[in-house]
T-cell receptor, first 113, second 111 residues
Framework: DGGITQSPKYLFRKEGQNVTLSCEQNLNHDAMYWYRQDPGQGLRLIYYSQIVNDFQKGDIAEGYSVSREKKESFPLTVTSAQKNPTAFYLC????????????FGSGTRLTVV | KQEVTQIPAALSVPEGENLVLNCSFTDSAIYNLQWFRQDPGKGLTSLLLIQSSQREQTSGRLNASLDKSSGRSTLYIAASQPGDSATYLCAVYRNDYKLSFGAGTTVTVRA
């Protein structure tokens, strides 16, 4: 079945450490997105990519970095510069055209220890 | 900036009652609107996608309406069941194809 796979499901980060969250899709979608979800708030866009080797900052990109070397993969690195990284991270993808909906992965819960 | 509001934040109903979930947005120049369901600790599952030229979409017990002029969408769930207990999120497509999300309505259906 086509879908989006996020790993790991749970991730623990020590202070000052960089961690990378994986996102892989087999939907042949061009666009991919990373969102952050905090309790009581709507999802907020971190980074997005509409094509391989190109990506743009979203609304809360500070302290995060991404790469898009393959169409299927869009990893997110949470750097030590992100002061409050504890959150639920969701990866999504969509096909071209405004009439295509978004498909989301199952998420990664990151906790600072 | 597009602001999306979902009221109420939480809702509890007895099994069998119809559910009405509201979503309002500030900028009527939207493209699509998508309703999602999220179970605790899980990702988002798409329920319905309404294109800007449509006024409603239906899937089984679910019906979503869209009124761009008033900046509102409503999700109706008929004959609610305990399995409908979840958080329901509304997302509006901005003119750059990115989504603006509401904070969600958490629904509890009591058996």
């Amino acid at each position: 079945d086509g879908g989006i796979t996020q790993s790991p499901k749970y991730l623990f980060r020590k202070e000052g450490q960089n961690v990378t969250l994986s996102c892989e899709q087999n939907l042949n979608h061009d666009a991919m997105y990373w969102y952050r979800q905090d309790p009581g708030q709507g999802l907020r866009l971190i980074y997005y990519s509409q094509i391989v080797n190109d990506f743009q900052k979203g609304d809360i990109a500070e302290g995060y970095s991404v790469s898009r070397e393959k169409k299927e993969s869009f990893p997110l690195t949470v750097t030590s510069a992100q002061k409050n990284p504890t959150a639920f991270y969701l990866c999504a993808s969509s096909g071209q055209g405004r009439w295509n909906g978004y498909t989301f992965g199952s998420g990664t819960r990151l906790t600072v220890v | 900036k597009q602001e999306v509001t979902q009221i109420p934040a939480a809702l509890s109903v007895p099994e069998g009652e119809n559910l009405v979930l509201n979503c309002s947005f500030t900028d009527s120049a939207i493209y699509n609107l998508q309703w999602f369901r999220q179970d605790p600790g899980k990702g988002l599952t798409s329920l319905l996608l309404i294109q800007s030229s449509q006024r409603e979409q239906t899937s089984g017990r679910l019906n979503a309406s869209l009124d761009k002029s008033s900046g509102r969408s409503t999700l109706y769930i008929a004959a609610s069941q305990p399995g409908d207990s979840a958080t329901y999120l509304c997302a509006v497509y901005r003119n750059d194809y990115k989504l603006s999300f509401g904070a969600g309505t958490t629904v509890t259906v009591r058996a």
